[in-house]
């Protein structure tokens, strides 16, 4: 009887204990990360970025600061939100404080992450001494700038961040032997186009002078706008080419595609990754710090019903041998 008593009390302890634990790393991630707007990275507003083509940070030093103050209040919001949220679940009932622990966890926990991605990208996009070219937009340019802006391009394939970071220059070099199909107008670019120097909408141009017949046939309507940015008799080349695919796929388009060889990364602008990194990459860190605690007293009650079963018959007393004399 001793036996069976404390092992309830040991199973009881365990219980408690578990979910003190969850309780406590609930807490504690409830201040990690903070809110941030994507469309504040790299210095952007709506009239000065659609009046130039290409346009980044050139001081890598500052970045996190001036990050941290145009990104909606990211590093005040945070903790006001976290700890309001925090101050008004010890009033509440269990069930109301986990779903507001777990729904601001979530948020804090994309927040962070977006925010590390941009920054990082953003540092290393201006360490890079490449030049940039500014025009201004004309009307057909830039109702075709907003309009793939205003897009959520469809990304199957991203890229882990920190991997793509470390072997970025690299795949620019791979890609950079490629074939050049569209030649760039001198008139506006004076110099040879290195990558990111230029952009048209949320495409390189770069890239675009290196793309598949089937990537100007899907984006036709965003490139087309910004003819005057290459050759003419090249420009009339691909136009006819274009012309022949859509006698082939009906016209139909797909605004969502991308070069299957290329990484998505290095088809968007600078600009589009650096204010969107969490379309294009992935990365581990900044995780959600604890899951629904309803889940987790479920798996420990479970477990704890089973060393009840297995301590009930480890405690049952042994039936004692009855041993048998013989008389010889």
């Not at 110099?191 to 017949?213: E, T």
Request: glycine content about 6%; proline content about 4%; charged content about 25%.
């Amino acid at each position: 009887m001793k036996k069976r008593i404390l092992s309830i009390i040991m199973v009881f302890v365990f219980l408690f204990s578990s979910l003190a634990v969850v309780e406590a790393k609930g807490r504690a991630g409830g201040f990690s990360g903070g809110r941030s707007s994507s469309k504040s990275f790299g210095g952007y507003s709506g009239s000065s970025s659609r009046s130039k083509i290409g346009s980044f940070s050139k001081s890598p030093s500052g970045s996190s600061k001036s990050t941290a103050k145009s990104s909606s209040g990211y590093t005040g919001s945070a903790a006001k939100s976290s700890g309001s949220s925090n101050a008004s679940s010890s009033r509440s009932l269990p069930g109301s404080y986990s779903t507001k622990s777990n729904t601001s966890n979530s948020s804090a926990s994309a927040s962070a992450k977006s925010t590390y991605m941009a920054d990082t990208y953003k540092k290393q996009s201006s360490s890079r001494n490449y030049k940039t070219y500014e025009q201004k937009l004309n009307a057909e340019q830039k109702k075709a700038y907003d309009n793939s802006y205003s897009r959520s391009y469809k990304v199957n394939n991203r890229l882990g961040f920190e991997d793509a970071m470390r072997t970025r220059a690299n795949r620019i070099n791979i890609i950079d032997r490629r074939p050049v199909y569209v030649g760039v107008n001198p008139f506006y670019f004076g110099g040879p186009i290195h990558y990111g120097s230029a952009y048209v909408g949320v495409w390189d141009l770069w890239f675009l002078m290196r793309a598949s017949d089937l990537f100007w046939y899907h984006h036709w309507h965003d490139i087309s706008a910004h003819r005057d940015y290459f050759e003419a008799r090249k420009f009339a080349e691909m136009e006819q080419r274009v012309k022949a695919l859509e006698a082939k796929y009906n016209g139909v388009r797909d605004e969502n595609y991308l070069d299957p060889d290329v990484d998505p990364d290095l088809q968007f602008s600078e600009e589009y990754v650096s204010k969107n990194p969490d379309k294009v990459y992935y990365t581990n860190k900044h995780a959600v710090p604890s899951s629904n605690p309803f889940v987790v007293l479920i798996v420990i009650s479970g477990i704890a019903v089973v060393l009840i079963i297995i301590i009930r018959k480890l405690s049952k007393p042994r039936p004692k041998k009855i041993y048998n004399s013989r008389i010889y």
